[in-house]
Structure formats: structure tokens, C-alpha cells
Nanobody, 123 residues
Framework: QVQLVESGGGLVQAGGSLRLSCLAS????????LAWFRQAPGKEREFVAG????????AYLDSVKGRFTISKNNAKNTVYLQLNSLKPEDTAVYYCAASASGGGWFTTDMTYWGKGTLVTVSL
């Protein structure tokens, strides 16, 4: 079992930055694929960024490439999402997820989920 707890969300002006953190407990990240998803009001949850437990295999949603960066610290059992050049359309609840198996970056591929942290980007 893995428990995931996100933090770091908040209100920021367009063009600003935030760093989201996801602390894992109950198990380490070894052999898990790690990802961030987001869900805006009235929309489906979508994949934002992902990586293998080795730190390779990086993948990003096209609209965040060059602005968001996923990373992790194994010693701290924490995965991060750096959000730069934020836009109002980035407003959403951001979720951390982990997958114990291979596959794609669909919500159905994820095994564990955090409860989310809200990011609000104002004009």
C-alpha cells in the first residue's frame, strides 16, 4: 500500500510559479511509475506529467511542455511538479498518482491516488 499526500497548491497570478509536492508513505517509489494529473471544474481528469521510478521515461501533456517539470527525491519519498509560466487554464485540482504496473498514462493505469491540491491561476 502507498499513501500519497499532495501539498503546495494555492492562488497565483498568471505568469507565476508554484512547486507541488507529493509525499509517499507506506512504501517507497521503487518500481512505481509516478505521475501528476489534474482536473478542472466540469472537466475530466487529465494526465499532466509522468516518469518511471528510475527518473527516466519522462512524459508531458503537450500544453505544459517547457513550463512544467516532474522530478523526485527518493531519499525523501517525494515527487515534485514545478509549475512555471502559469496560465488561467492551468487552474485545477492537481493529483499525484502511482502505478505498480506498466502501461500508459491513463487514469485507469494508476494504482494509488492522493486527494489533490488546488491550483488557482488568476489574471
Amino acid at each position: 500500500q502507498v499513501q500519497l499526500v499532495e501539498s503546495g497548491g494555492g492562488l497565483v497570478q498568471a505568469g507565476g510559479s508554484l512547486r507541488l509536492s507529493c509525499l509517499a508513505s507506506g512504501n517507497t517509489f521503487t518500481n512505481y511509475r509516478l505521475a501528476w494529473f489534474r482536473q478542472a471544474p466540469g472537466k475530466e481528469r487529465e494526465f499532466v506529467a509522468g516518469m518511471s521510478w528510475t527518473g527516466s521515461g519522462l512524459a508531458y501533456l503537450d500544453s505544459v511542455k517547457g513550463r512544467f517539470t516532474i522530478s523526485k527525491n527518493n531519499a525523501k519519498n517525494t515527487v515534485y511538479l514545478q509549475l512555471n509560466s502559469l496560465k488561467p487554464e492551468d487552474t485545477a485540482v492537481y493529483y499525484c498518482a502511482a502505478s505498480a504496473s506498466g502501461g500508459g498514462w491513463f487514469t485507469t493505469d494508476m494504482t494509488y491516488w492522493g486527494k489533490g491540491t488546488l491550483v488557482t491561476v488568476s489574471l
